[in-house]
């Protein structure tokens, strides 16, 4: 089987360059068979003394890969080529060549920086960019440079940038390319049907090939759900032809089923999860149907936990699908959407780097000692916003201390193959004599589809415990195997068990939420965060829930896995987390500040009535806050405007917002309310001018105005016409000059006797001259008791009646 690999063509080559280099890229296209050619060809070089350890992107992959270089070496899994994943594992002492997966690898590579007797490692399908990839080629570029310069680093891939990845290699490291077999490919553009339910329109595009084309049909749905409904309609329509589901939960067993071909030469249909679009060769695929989407992981920072989110398939990922169809003779491909819109999909997925829980990777970063993550090699530097977060998170949990190194408890932590939160809680419950339960929890929170499906949790966790199937078998036994790990690594406490709702809450105690409506739709969280919850589900009934996962990022995130939590359990297992806050509220519509005493876990209110002790810096604090939101509603405008006018900064409205916490809050305290009296108010504010200040102040912008009749006019500084003054024209008499305030021209409300506009003017001596004859005219006839004099700016001014004014 091997001569007839397009590798074979240049193996020769690649052979060389591991000689004479410790790193190199190969670059093959799918079916070149680099994943069961390249590392049976390593282990007869000179240099290859000891395993070679090939990195796997899955489960399902490892296992296949290991199985097929058995095969073609003409042995069983285990003797030569092994394979090692959490759920399964094949190796014995002679074992030269170990598939495993990728975290595994990385496991390893923490507990023996080393890697001792290792002679190679084989990154496969690097394009995908998986964390834990990512993480292990940086940790081994290390090891290759500081401990081990003898050590063959391979990066293999059908898509990769071979140059990029070659400089991040090292200078020098070679690139290998293999042309691979060119077997004929149709593409078939069905269009999407957005009318049609998925499952509806794959279904219809799987009978249509299977009418219309030959050999075994490979089709790509996003997720188990989708492949189990599909399944039910094709097995009315085809009753007699095999059809197998291949995903993360099918059996080993059945998986095989699924790659190999039907032992009874019979024509198959395999509905897959995105896990059949590399590593795994289908023997008898030469039709694919694409739905054109994926089911992602990616994490929510505000929930804390990662979700499974469909989109639609990226362009490199349309691309490995359909190639399935070609890899062993003439293939087709049908693709449900436009053929129009394929360069609108992304070109590729993206590095998980980039949108997964950075946490894992940043306590594995502590635990190898790196103080600075930009001194190791990336492709993609891990975000440093993700990056704080995830420090975060883990300072949380006591893994980091202050300073970001590894503490004993992480230590303790990082030892446990699961998430840091769940590492936590698996630990938390070996304390208190839960371990068992606790690691079957972590499991069930990771392995989809253990215990069938369901919102609830507990529920799952008594259907799996109930289960005798070898999945469920080999799923206790893995969590059982967790749990003594973590019982050796801490010291039993006696005293009760906490109940698992509990155990779930000390690994995402932000997800701790209580009911906040009758029928159970909504919930608030510890988090502060909002969720939401089918009205028909058992769990709507329960007051409080601790929510394990939820699908979407908005406010109203649907609930999708959770353990209902007891009133007294909150009290009496997360008391510690139970505090009384002394808060101070703003009441709107009585325009006042409201003292509060509350007990609350988190964002959730326990209790809350009025506070007989409240902290009088609190209520002042709100009071300024509440001020500064209108200050210049609350202050005296004329003065501001004074202030304004003459240019005096220290009474700007962003001046005084600023600094309100010094120069306002003294005269709120022991207040409730903002209604100062105004006198107060204006005190304060000349009292933060300097005595200089307070000069120009009423040299530049004068309060009042003294008329020549010896009247007073406040000065309006505020109007859009400021600087202005109202007065009666009988005042200004005797004015020959127009009066200024510094260089500007005080503009003149004239009115009449009666206190009626009359004029308004910033050139009083041309007023005199000029309109007002029109003025003095209709005066005369209006107030004809009083002056209307022929020159105004010649007579003494008085506001008196003629009358009264020659008495004088």
Sequence with gaps: MAQNLPINAVLPELLGALRAHNSAVLIAPPGAGKTTAVAPALIGEEWCSGQVIVLSPRRVAARAAAERMAEMLGEKPGETVGYLTRMDSKSGPKTRILVVTEAIFVSRLLSDQELEGISAVLFDEAHERHLDSDLGLALALETQGVLREDLRLLVMSATIDGARFARLLGEGAPVIESEGKAHPLRVEWLGASPEKRIEEAMTSAILAAWREEEGDILAFLPGVGEIERVRERLEERLPNVPILPLHGQVQPADQRMAIRRDVEGRRRLVLATSIAETSITLDGVSVVVDSGLSRRAEFDVAAGVT???????????????????????????????EEGGHAGREAFDPPEMLTSDLAPLTLSLAQWGVENVASLKWLDVPPAPAFSAAHERLQALDALDDEGRITDWGRKIAALPMSPPQAAMVLYGAQHEAGREAARLALLMQERGLGGRGE???????????????????????????????????????????????????????????????????????????????????????????IADAQGRASGARITAAMQLDPGEVEQWLGER????????????????????????????????????????????????????????????DLLARARFAGLEALSLQRLGEEAPEWLAPLLHGRRGLDLPNGKLVDALLGRLSWDERQQLDRLAPREFSSPAGTRHAIDYAGDDAPCVEVRVQAVFGL?????????????????????????????????????????????????????????????????????????
Aim: proline content about 8%; overall charge positive; glycine content about 8%.
């Design 456 to 546: 609830d949790l507990a529920q799952r966790l008594q259907r799996w415990n109930g289960d005798r199937s070898k999945r469920a078998e080999a799923a206790r036994k893995l969590a059982d195997g967790w749990a003594r790990k973590a019982g050796d690594l801490v010291k039993s406490e006696k005293g009760e068990s906490p109940p698992l709702a509990i155990l779930l809450a000390h690994a995402l105690p932000a997800n701790v939420a209580k009911r906040r409506d009758a029928s159970g739709e909504s919930w608030l969280s510890a988090g502060g965060r909002g969720y939401q919850l089918d009205p028909a589900s058992p769990l709507a009934r329960a007051e409080w829930l601790v």
């Design 736 to 808: 020959e000059r127009h009066p200024m305030i510094g260089n500007t021209p005080l503009l003149l409300k004239l009115t009449d006797p009666g206190g009626k506009p009359m004029q308004a003017t910033r050139d009083l001596p041309g007023f005199w001259q000029g309109s007002w004859r029109d003025v003095q005219k209709d005066g005369k006839g209006r107030y004809p008791k009083h002056r209307w004099p022929d020159e105004p700016w010649a007579e003494k001014p008085s506001l008196k009646t003629k009358n009264a004014f020659n008495r004088t």
């Design 578 to 637: 139970i505090e009384r806050r002394h808060s101070a509220r703003w009441n709107a519509s009585e325009k006042r500040v409201e003292a509060r005493l509350e007990r609350r876990l988190g964002a959730i209110t326990l209790k809350s009535g009025p506070d007989p002790d409240p902290d009088p810096q609190a209520l002042v604090d709100l009071l300024v806050e509440k001020a500064v939101d209108k200050l210049g509603e609350l202050l005296p405008a």
């Design 307 to 337: 979700h499974l989110v469909t989109r639609r398939a990226s362009q490199a990922s349309a691309g490995q699908r359909a190639g399935r169809a070609a890899r062993q003779g003439p293939g087709v491909a049908y693709r449900l959407w």
